[in-house]
């Protein structure tokens, strides 16, 4: 059984910052990318940045300069530092793994997801 959760959101005026912060556990071998998505009312989940299990990443261009990715292995976990947040910014962020289990083959995990609020 594996398991994410995500923790870190609220509510923020615009501006202002938050970190993410989203940690695996269960019988997990190995974890290949991290990924954070968002989803706003009525649209669709977007990826947010993603960062892979040697440290590369990759941003959607609506966050690149306010947002970081980054990952602790030994942890199991991957952060999301966001500066600089706008109203749109606006969603459910969710964690997404692709992890392989003790014994198993690769698959997606998805966490729970977190509300970030911004107020204008």
């Known amino acids: 059984q594996v398991q994410l959760v995500e923790s870190g959101g609220g509510l923020v005026q615009a501006g202002g910052s938050l970190r993410l912060s989203c940690a695996a556990s269960g019988s997990i071998f190995s974890i290949n990318a991290m990924e954070w998505y968002r989803q706003a009312p009525g649209k669709q989940r977007e990826l947010v940045a993603a960062?892979?299990?040697?440290?590369?990443?990759n941003y959607a261009d609506s966050v690149k300069g306010r947002f970081t990715i980054s990952r602790d292995n030994a942890r199991n976990t991957v952060y999301l530092q966001m500066n600089v947040l706008k109203p749109e910014d606006t969603a459910v962020y969710y964690c997404?793994?692709?992890?392989?289990?003790?014994?198993?083959?690769?698959?997606?995990?998805w966490g729970q997801g977190t509300q970030v609020t911004v107020s204008s």
């Open positions: 997404n793994a692709l992890l392989r289990v003790s014994g198993g083959s690769l698959s997606n995990y």
């Open positions: 960062i892979t299990r040697l440290g590369s990443t």
